[in-house]
């Protein structure tokens, strides 16, 4: 990795975490990155996943406020997303990828929706956000870990879209603790691929420094950005990677 490569990567890992903090979908940026400086599709993921985690937990820590009196759920999802992330692992390192691949725009796409029908789906559903999560949430956020240890890209709108539809709260406050359960996707998924998988450390060490910087970034803009906007914004970006994973797998 020449000099150059070394600037870039680390700056695709400070746009990443401030966008990882908001919207979730920073690997987006960083995983092309990562094949731009000639990894392999899985050593790109691998390599990804662990590089990223500061960058969540930065800007999972910049947005703590927002987590007060959520710590109960909090433990209970992240056992949840934990669990799931392990399952998600394992197959990528076992099964093929192309079958999977083909569906991820699909997720990715209605995670998009999701986020987009969150006021309309508290109207319908709760009409009050004090209402408890439904019992779904939990295994709805293990089934997203999987998707997390398996891929990972736009995990974040995944998790905004399964929060908000069944465990309903201010946008800020779904947004904090999808940041604090994305850590722990990555973190279990990334133990495994430590072990096993081919990391490139280099690499991994030039995105969390960027991505340690940018999450407090994101986690600043996140707080001023109105909801009603922030949904708009999340939501686009969702539908723009759903449709470029759509063109590379189909």
Known sequence: MDPLQATLLAGAGLVAGAVNTIAGAGSLLTFPALLGIG???????????????????????????????????????SVWVGAGSLVGAVLLLALPGGAFDRVVP??????????????????????????????????????????????GAAQGVMLIGALGMLAPAPLRRVNALKNVIAVTANGVAGAVYALVAPVDWLAVLLLALGSACGGPIGALLAKRIPPGPLRIGIAAVALTVAVRLAINAW
């Open 39 to 77: 990894l392999s599709p899985l050593a790109a993921n691998v390599t990804n996943c662990l590089g990223v985690i500061p960058g969540s937990a930065s800007g999972a820590y910049g947005m703590r406020q927002e987590l007060r009196g959520q710590r109960p759920l909090l433990v209970r999802l």
């Open 106 to 151: 699909v997720l990715v796409g209605a995670a998009g929706l999701l986020v987009l029908a969150q006021p309309l789906v508290i109207a319908r559903t709760r009409r009050d956000e004090s209402h408890p999560p439904s019992p779904g949430t939990g295994p709805a956020i293990g089934a997203v870990g999987i998707y997390s240890g398996y891929f």
